[in-house]
């Protein structure tokens, strides 16, 4: 007899309780409930406005999910940067942000209030790689999650775990080298022109007017093939720290067409072939999320499974 399968086994343990996912983005918010795996029994879409009403109607959207079941855990997926640090008083607080209003605000309370259902807590980014870790394209030792859209997101897996150190990292504000006669300044409003200030989906709307899923065919390969450049450049500095195998490439900015395949043809040169692993061998893969735009929410329930059975 052939035994089910683990997701399976969870959904019977977990029984009467649920747990709840929240993807908690610059722009939108998704609240997901699971009874256990990758399996959603329901969810809700609300969009991000003032912290007051967003985190209100994310307390109302988990009570209307989770009904008369019980809620087993929280996991909570959120645009950064973020205060991760167990230790610190400031955990789970959005820090510094270009966001309006949200700088200061620690969405773990804003969320779970004073209850003591089990929170896990990363980045969006970070609970992409995750779920694409477990159910996904990021099933090899070794990977990276880019998100490119609003802002410019990377985690790193390695190890059996997120890579962080002090903190979560920000490798979308690496500084890249120019385009050859590229004289954008770029949006980043720290940096200028670091990665996240020349190739998120602002950088494409103000370098060339119009936002990637509008742009014109007399300059869509132009800017398509800009935009791999760049990611190139993001990729081959990120792999001289932690070489991967795999970059899941996501966000709205990578349904641009033939992306994937242009960064993957711009890394030789971007690399110089150096490292030697990963890149002379050939490597690493460019893939897109094979979980779509649901691996951020599958993100945060799988935070969620990780709270309640580490609690």
């Known amino acids: 007899m052939q035994a089910p399968p683990a997701d399976a086994l969870e959904r019977v343990v977990m029984n009467d309780h649920v747990d709840i996912g929240v993807e908690l983005g610059g722009t939108k918010i998704v609240v997901a409930s699971s009874p256990g795996g990758r399996e959603l029994s329901g969810r809700t879409r609300i969009d991000t406005e003032d912290p007051e009403a967003t985190l209100a109607a994310i307390r109302r959207a988990i009570e209307k999910l989770a009904g008369d079941t019980t809620i087993a855990a929280i996991g909570i997926g959120s645009f950064g940067p973020l205060d991760l640090r167990a230790d610190s008083s400031a955990f789970g607080t959005i820090v510094r942000t270009p966001k309006p209003g949200w700088s200061g605000v620690n969405v773990v309370r804003g969320i779970v209030g004073d209850s003591d259902v089990p929170v896990a807590l990363d980045t969006d980014v970070g609970a992409a790689l995750r779920a694409e870790h477990r159910w996904g394209a990021a099933d090899t030792p070794t990977a990276a999650y880019a998100t490119v859209g609003t802002g410019l997101g990377v985690a790193l897996w390695s190890g059996g775990r997120i890579v962080e150190g002090l903190n979560h990292s920000e490798i979308g504000h690496i500084r890249v080298p120019r385009s050859e006669a590229d004289t954008f300044a770029g949006v980043c409003p720290y940096h200028g022109d670091c990665l996240e200030g020349m190739a998120s989906g602002p950088a494409i709307a103000a370098r060339w007017g119009a936002p990637a ?94 709270a309640r059975t580490t609690a």
């Open 213 to 306: 899923h509008s742009l014109g065919p007399e300059i869509f390969e132009v800017a398509r093939d800009l935009e791999a450049w760049y990611l190139a450049h993001g990729i081959a500095s990120m792999s001289a720290v932690v070489p991967v195998e795999t970059v899941v490439l996501g966000g709205g900015v990578s349904h641009m067409a033939g992306l994937h395949a242009a960064v993957f043809d711009a890394l030789d040169e971007a690399s110089g072939l150096y490292p030697p692993i990963p890149f002379a061998e050939g490597g690493p893969s460019i893939v897109p999320p094979r979980l779509g735009d649901d691996a951020g929410v599958l993100g945060s329930i799988e935070l969620a499974r990780l």
